[in-house]
């Protein structure tokens, strides 16, 4: 029953912090929390990438050549500098990261 009470009050929070910027259209934020509300995105991106990019297997740092979610990573980041393309920069890091596990040998096949 906990669990239950849980979800629905988890479920009542998140309906009622986005439903209230509908409820109130005149909703007008300072200048200086609109200009942090443009980092958002990319804190929340970095926060989900980069634990993936350093601890593969979620237990260890993987700081190592034989990394190639770090590796590919990084070469992403440098296409995505380069291009400025976004699917540039996912097909290219798509491609650099399943060429780094064929050539690592970490290709389950």
Same mark, same amino acid.
């Given at each position: /029953?906990?669990?239950?009470?849980? #979800?629905?009050?988890?479920?009542?929070?998140?309906?009622?912090?986005?439903?209230?910027?509908?409820?109130?259209?005149?909703?007008?934020?300072?200048?200086?929390?609109? !200009?942090?509300?443009?980092?958002?995105?990319?804190?929340?991106?970095?926060?989900?990438?980069?634990?993936? /990019?350093? #601890?593969?297997?979620? !237990?260890?740092?993987?700081?190592? /050549? !034989?990394?190639?979610?770090?590796?590919?990573?990084?070469?992403?980041?440098? #296409?995505?500098?380069?291009?400025?393309?976004?699917?540039?920069? #996912?097909?290219?890091?798509?491609?650099?990261?399943?060429?780094?596990?064929?050539?690592?040998?970490?290709?389950?096949?």
């Amino acid at each position: /029953m906990n669990t239950w009470l849980l #979800i629905l009050g988890m479920a009542l929070i998140t309906f009622l912090i986005r439903y209230s910027l509908f409820a109130l259209p005149d909703l007008r934020f300072p200048p200086l929390v609109r !200009q942090g509300l443009h980092y958002v995105p990319t804190a929340v991106l970095t926060a989900i990438v980069v634990p993936g /990019m350093l #601890i593969p297997d979620g !237990q260890h740092w993987a700081l190592t /050549m !034989q990394n190639a979610y770090l590796l590919a990573g990084l070469a992403t980041i440098a #296409i995505a500098a380069l291009t400025r393309h976004l699917l540039a920069t #996912i097909g290219g890091g798509l491609l650099v990261f399943f060429v780094l596990r064929w050539w690592l040998g970490q290709l389950p096949l």
